[in-house]
């Protein structure tokens, strides 16, 4: 393996950890591992702190998804270069070097790099992401669903081994939060179903 493409892989890590939303959460006087659900990504700074900040946000996050894909597919050697450094940039923005391997959730990140790679698979990422979001009311069932939905398109378009390791490490670097996100939800209250008006929000 090249070391260029490494080096852009990891690139795109350091790309996908700048806390643009932590940041921007500091400009406006919040600390946001301190505030709402403690996550310092855009839905936090969204729902917590201002709206207006939380949707520049949210671009300046989908923006290093696409930046990775972009950077991966313009200078990379080969084919599946793009694809991993969208992982790796997924991966920066939960575990942000930045932050002491503190982060978001990657969903903006996850978002930006899947548009990056097919705007076809972004929307089967966001049709079932929405249905089972509104059928079963657990987002962690909604974001995984919507990212093995994504990264099924892709290998059926583009069957090979590239394809179907982008889909596993995807799944691997956005499982964690969610899922442990889901068993602190139903430690506490006993079930990690959300009210429909509450999937949209960040709360404590």
Known sequence: MPFKDLGLIFLSYLLGGI????????LKGKDLLETGDRNPGAWNLMFNVNKKAGILGVLLDGGKGLGACLIGAQFGDYSWVP???????VAGHNWSPFLRLKGGKGVAACVGGILGLSLYALLVFGVVALSLLLMVRRMALGILGGV???????FI???GWTTF???ISLLLVMAPKYLREAREMKARLGDD???VKDLFTAKP
């Not at 806390?19 to 500091?26: D, E, T």
């Not at 694809?83 to 940039?89: L, R």
Request: proline share 6%.
């Open 148 to 154: 093995a939905g994504a990264s099924a398109y892709l």
């Open 83 to 89: 694809f991993f450094c969208v992982v790796s940039s």
């Open 165 to 167: 390791l982008f889909g």
């Open 19 to 26: 806390p643009f939303s932590y940041l921007l959460g500091k």
């Open 157 to 159: 378009s583009n069957p």
């Open 193 to 195: 179903r959300r009210e």
